[in-house]
């Protein structure tokens, strides 16, 4: 993992481009500063790394265009300590945001690999206390709940209600809510009452929320070669 000046100065580049798009929070643009977000994606497209577009990573999945993360961030209001859950790991980078602006997160995905892989990734370039869970996103994570915010980032057809009751009351859920080709993004509010109040803002694009989870195909094992040593005594 290695960072330059040149990169650096793109990131710089990228945090004049979120604050034009309407990025105000500063914790955040530090944040997109800080995090060499090259680290995410594979070593051959670093460059890609901070231009504002969505990128594809691992297991035909996306990490979200920066602007995207950003908007959604800024969304959640994050207070330092706030437990929040994310669903859809992904790359991790939106995980480190959170983090690094000192939300206590857990992460969910439902794909193994990527899990693995992003689990490791995020040890490694100092981000340990991001705890990243395998599971579907669509149960939460009720060990660990409740949740100060929940944060989904794919797209869903309908409001989780799982999810909503791991939510502490006044807690925040933003979720992209419609159909695969288009959502809108939107801010559910749990009021003391349990009822939600809704808020929406602009349309994306995100990879679908699925159900259940994906393993690592059972690969067949090679069979171990045995070497049979004789012993010839002569
Ligand atoms: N937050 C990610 C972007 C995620 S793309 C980032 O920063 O890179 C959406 C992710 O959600 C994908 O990795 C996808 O596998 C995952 N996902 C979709 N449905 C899910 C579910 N039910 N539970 C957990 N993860 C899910």
Known sequence: MTDTYRLKGLRQQLVRELKTKGIQDVRILQAFEEIPRHYFLDKAFAEWAYKDVPFPIEADQTISQPYTVAFQTQLLDIRKGDRVLEIGTGSGFQASVLAYIGARVYTIERQEKL????????????FPQVRTLFGDGYEGAPRYAPYDKILITAGAQHIPQTLVEQLVPGGVMVIPLGNENEQIMKRYTKTEN???FEESFDKFRFVPFLKGIQQVSGAPTKPVQT???LKVSL
């Open 194 to 196: 349990n009822t939600l």
């Open 115 to 126: 899990f693995h892989q992003t689990k490791s990734l995020l040890e490694k370039i100092g």
């Open 227 to 229: 070497v049979n040593r």
